[in-house]
């Protein structure tokens, strides 16, 4: 497993600008997966309601 850090400011930009919809941003991670010839891809929510917690995409 890799960990990256990047700048909170970094994050909001490319989050603003290339995915304006976090459902969006969670379709496009689970196509690309797809596009990788991934044979899993899973969705994981974690503690998600109320609002807060982690999504966690992963693949093979």
């Given at each position: 497993?890799?960990?990256?850090?990047?700048?909170?400011?970094?994050?909001?930009?490319?989050?603003?600008?290339?995915?304006?919809?976090?459902?969006?941003?969670?379709?496009?991670?689970?196509?690309?997966?797809?596009?990788?010839d991934a044979t899993e891809c899973?969705?994981?929510?974690?503690?998600?309601?109320?609002?807060?917690?982690?999504?966690?995409?992963?693949?093979?």
């Open positions: 497993m890799m960990h990256f850090k990047f700048s909170p400011k970094i994050l909001q930009r490319l989050g603003e600008e290339l995915v304006p919809n976090p459902d969006k941003g969670i379709i496009e991670l689970v196509k690309n997966s797809y596009d990788a899973t969705v994981e929510l974690i503690r998600t309601s109320p609002i807060g917690g982690s999504i966690i995409i992963s693949d093979d």
